[in-house]
Nanobody
Framework: VQLQASGGGAVQAGGFLRLSCAASGRTFSGYTMAWFRQAPGKEREFIAAMFRSTGRTYYADSVKGRFTISRDNAKETMYLQMSSLKPEDTAVYYC???????????????????WGQGTQVTVSS
């Protein structure tokens, strides 16, 4: 599956953005989808995921209550609605997909076979 992330930009603290991840090439509904981010000099960090069969979601504590992951299987697109943005949310955001991972491994970047190219989010104070 090919992934294309978009929607990043520059916002002020407290603002909001919606990221999109368009998928193509395989049956979208059969993939667990996730968002990760990577700030300069830091490791790639798990943000949120939606499991393929149940739609169950899981969030990192750092974004819980502020970010919402969703997907539209008909449009083959995943979204990340981000609100109450903070300067520490500044990073390149990546979408990822995998068809076979188990729920307990959703937060590990190594669990995902497919990655989008990343979209930059910059939050100023």
């Amino acid at each position: 599956v090919q992934l294309q992330a978009s929607g990043g930009g520059a916002v002020q603290a407290g603002g909001f953005l919606r990221l999109s991840c368009a998928a193509s090439g395989r049956t979208f509904s059969g993939y667990t989808m996730a968002w990760f981010r990577q700030a300069p000099g830091k490791e790639r960090e798990f943000i949120a995921a939606m499991f393929r069969s149940t739609g169950r979601t899981y969030y990192a504590d750092s974004v819980k209550g502020r970010f919402t992951i969703s997907r539209d299987n008909a449009k083959e697109t995943m979204y990340l609605q981000m609100s109450s943005l903070k300067p520490e949310d500044t990073a390149v955001y990546y979408c990822a997909a995998d068809a076979t991972l188990i729920f307990s491994s959703m937060t590990r970047s190594s669990s995902y076979d497919y990655w989008g190219q990343g979209t930059q989010v910059t939050v100023s104070s």
